[in-house]
């Protein structure tokens, strides 16, 4: 079964405003998360990764908080854009290096 | 440098027959998987190597198989395609090291008929 799953399968956010995407995930000894961006008709793009002895990392204009104890990862997109509309999906690494993927939250940005 | 490059992009297969989907990495990565992407079940891993001349199973493995002669390739192949084999497959591959970040190519959208 699947260990990682996102709270909602749809977003729609204003363009501008900041988006949150959540993630639940069952396995307390996974050590690494990464948040992936997948736009239509391409492979998944990396965006953010971090590791179990952290509980949050900023990139560009985007921020991922991880909560062990409630066993939750987020990603935060502040200023929304256009081009932020895809697919968007959490994985985690478990001890034994296989990534497991949830099934996706797909975001939509209004003009 | 060109990534994770798959081919072909497209597919449309007759069920019973056999085909290869190709994937090169140009990274010099040691580590390559295939994935399958199904509507509402994320990416599930079919097949993976963590090195040249090795291979093992992921969490879908029937009716794939998988072989790694060199780094740089990791064909995946049909032996005998059945409609639930529908699906768009991508190739990844990283860096050795558990946390690492895979890339992945952009996909190859099999149809089974």
């Known amino acids: 079964g699947e260990n990682v799953g996102l709270h909602l399968p749809t977003l729609s956010v204003q363009e501008g405003d900041n988006s949150i995407i959540n993630c639940a995930y069952s396995n307390s000894a996974s050590d690494y998360f990464i948040w992936y961006k997948q736009e239509s008709g391409k492979g998944p793009q990396f965006i953010i990764d971090?590791?179990?002895?952290?509980d949050k990392r900023q990139g560009q204009r985007v921020t991922v908080l991880l909560n062990k104890t409630v066993k939750h990862l987020s990603l935060q997109i502040a200023a929304t854009q256009p081009g932020d509309s895809a697919v968007y999906f959490c994985?985690?690494?478990?001890?034994?290096?296989?990534?497991?993927f949830g099934a996706g939250t797909t975001v939509t940005v209004r003009a | 440098n060109a990534g994770v490059t798959q081919t072909p992009k497209f597919q449309v297969l007759k069920t019973g027959q056999s085909m290869t989907l190709q994937c090169a990495q140009d990274m010099n990565h040691e580590y390559m998987s295939w994935y399958r992407q199904d509507p509402g079940m994320g990416l599930r891993l079919i097949h993976y190597?963590?090195?040249?001349?090795?291979?093992d199973q992921g969490e879908v493995p029937n009716g794939y198989n998988v072989s790694r002669s060199t780094t740089e390739d990791f064909p995946l192949r049909l032996l005998s395609a059945a409609p639930s084999q529908t699906s768009v497959y991508f190739c990844?591959?990283?860096?050795?090291?558990?946390?690492?970040?895979?890339?992945f190519g952009d996909g190859t959208r099999l149809s089974i008929l």
């Open positions: 971090i590791r179990s002895n952290m």
């Open positions: 990844a591959s990283r860096e050795q090291g558990g946390d690492q970040p895979q890339h």
């Open positions: 994985a985690e690494i478990r001890g034994d290096y296989k990534l497991s």
């Open positions: 190597s963590v090195g040249a001349g090795i291979t």
